[in-house]
Every structure is written in C-alpha cells, then in structure tokens.
C-alpha cells in the first residue's frame, strides 16, 4: 500500500497559529492591560463627574452663568434650556472640545501599548532561551523567519489593533456617561454630544493610524528584538546603554560635524527612533500638517486627520527607518539560528 501524503500546512496557517500563540502566552499585556487603562479611565470619568454633582448641589441658587444672547442659574441647571441659547457656531465650538475629549480618553490604552510592546519586544526571543523552550520550537518544523515574523506582527499590528478597540471602547463609554449627565441636567444627549461631536471620526482615525504605526515602530521593535536574540542576559540593559552611550560618544567627540550635522540630529534620528518608535503618535513631528484653517477646540481636525496621517508614508524618515528595522529583524533571525544559550 502507498502511504498517505500528508500536505505540508499553508503559510497562512503557520503564521494564524503562532500569532495565537503569541497572544494567548502574551494575553495580560496584549488584551487586559490596554481594557483596564481605558476602564480606569471611565472610573476616573465617573469620579470625576460624582464629584461634580454633589459640587453643582452647594452651588447658591442666585449664582447664573452669563452667555451670548442671556443666562442661566447654575444650580438646577436645565441644559435644554442652554442648548436654546447656544449659537450653531458655539455648538461646533463644543462638539470639538468634545472630540478633543475623546482623543485625550483614547490615549490611556495607546500608552499602555507603548509599555506593552517594549517590554514583549525585549524578551520575544530572550525568554525562549532562558527557559529553553527555543529546544522544543526548534524541534517544529516551523522556520527561525516564521517565528521572528510573527512576534514581528504580534507587536506591530496585533497588539495596536486591540489596544485600538480597547480605544474605541473607551470613546464610546466616554460619550455614554456625558450624555448620562446630559440626561440628568434635562438635556437632549442627541442634539448636544451626539451632532456636534464625531465619535465615529475619532474611531476611525484610531484604526487608520495602525499602518503608519506598525512602519514607524520598526526601527525600535528591529533593535529591541535583535538585543533580545543576542543578550546572554539583562536585555534591557544592552538595549538602553548601546543607544545612549553611542548618542553621548558622538557628541563628546562631535563626530556629526563630518556630515555637516549636529549631536542633537543623532539623538533624535538613532537614539530615539530605536527606542522610542513603538509610542504611538511619535511620528507626528514629521507629519504634514499644512495649514489649519479653523481656530479653537475644532482646529483639532484640521491637525489630526487622514492626510495628516498618511503624509508620514512620504517621508523620508519612515522609510529609512523601516529599512533599519528589517536589517535588524534580519539579524535577529540569523542570530536566533544558532543563539540557544540559557
């Protein structure tokens, strides 16, 4: 009898399995860290507004905020009443101020993931060798590249894309508690958060700015996981020290002048991009922002927008750097070959 020919597994299925294997050894950082930042940050809200309720109720009833067009007692506030009184140009004004909210209520789970993916980055491949499970992985067939590649993805697109949703999250239990104030002040919710803000926009620029982050982040995930593949111990020693005593060589010694540049162009453009890429956002000083044509909380879309964003994918930065990061990515995976020391 001729014996069965078993199909070797497809790539896609390789890769499906270890990026749920990364996440399921990984799942305290990768999944609960950002949801618990985004539900402090509720909590606070909460807090925050408990605290103003019971300020508002010792408020003197004669006490009155004055606005275009009349005012209005503070104690006992009817928001109705104030949205009457509101000019369209004023409600755009809020509505921004409200967008701003969100973004600010976004960043908690952003800054868990900077955290997140420096640390996974760091003991990615340290951690194998350390508890000499690399032995058992390396008896699979499955290639030094695949396992690289796919910590590579965990960090740059997995992990952002939950932290992402927990950001989502975290906006749309925002507005549920402003307009749960609204609410309890007699006020329409629909007519005085929900029009004039744009949740949907600040969600959407959330999930858009993924690619730009997983390109700008790889100069730091390159270096990091490259210190992991190498260091006997203490990675995030080598990984620091390297770095900041190479920035601080260079300017002792001036060694920039040769290329007619300053010591602070090496420590923004090598020190900081191989250890401070994977913080979201860090792209934005070499974005286009162009011309912002609005004043006030609204200007905020004129700064943060689509074309803001995908304006960094042309610039020369993002490009060099992503380049760096491959080479060190590179090297990880030649070095993961034959590095299986404990």
């Known amino acids: 009898m001729r014996a069965a020919v078993v ?75 104030l949205t009457e009184k509101i000019s369209p140009d004023e409600l755009r004004e809020f ?42 992985w390396k008896s699979l067939p499955i290639s030094d590249r695949d396992t690289v590649l796919s910590k590579v993805l965990s960090a740059t697109l997995m992990a952002p894309v939950i932290a992402a949703i927990a950001a989502i999250a975290t906006v749309f239990g925002s507005m549920l508690i402003y307009s749960l104030v609204v609410l309890l002040h007699g006020g329409n919710p629909y007519t005085l958060l929900w029009v004039p803000a744009s949740p949907l926009k600040v969600c959407a620029h959330l999930l858009a700015s993924i690619p730009v982050y997983a390109l700008w982040a790889l100069p730091t995930v390159g270096w990091l996981m490259l210190c992991s593949s190498w260091a006997k111990s203490k990675p995030f020693l080598w990984a620091l ?7 601080i060589f260079v300017g002792w010694f001036d060694l920039m002048h040769a290329f007619d540049l300053d010591t602070a162009w090496f420590w923004k453009n090598i020190v900081a991009r191989s250890l401070t890429s994977i913080v979201p ?46 080479a060190m990515l590179y090297g990880a995976i030649r070095m993961r070959r034959w590095r299986d020391d404990g």
């Open 7 to 81: 199909a070797a597994p497809h790539p896609t299925h390789t890769y499906k399995m270890l990026l749920k294997r990364e996440f399921w050894e990984h799942k305290g950082g990768f999944f609960w860290a950002p949801l618990v930042a985004g539900g402090i940050l509720l909590l606070l809200t909460l807090m925050g507004v408990g605290a103003g309720e019971v300020l508002l109720r010792k408020v003197p009833d004669h006490a009155t905020i004055n606005v275009e067009g009349g005012s209005f007692q503070v104690n006992g506030l009817d928001l109705a009443r």
């Open 281 to 326: 956002g860090a792209w934005f000083d070499v974005a286009n922002i162009g011309e912002v044509s609005v004043d006030g909380p609204q200007a905020i879309h004129s700064v943060i927008n689509l074309r803001t964003m995908y304006s960094v994918l042309l610039t020369p930065q993002l490009w060099i750097g992503a380049v760096a990061g491959a």
């Open 95 to 136: 509505g921004g101020a409200i967008d701003a909210s969100l973004y600010m209520a976004a960043t908690w789970p952003f800054v868990v993931l900077a955290f997140v993916v420096f640390f996974y980055c760091l003991g990615s491949l340290y951690d194998d060798r350390k508890d000499r499970s690399v032995l058992f």
């Open 241 to 247: 020290i390297i770095p900041i005593f190479a920035g």
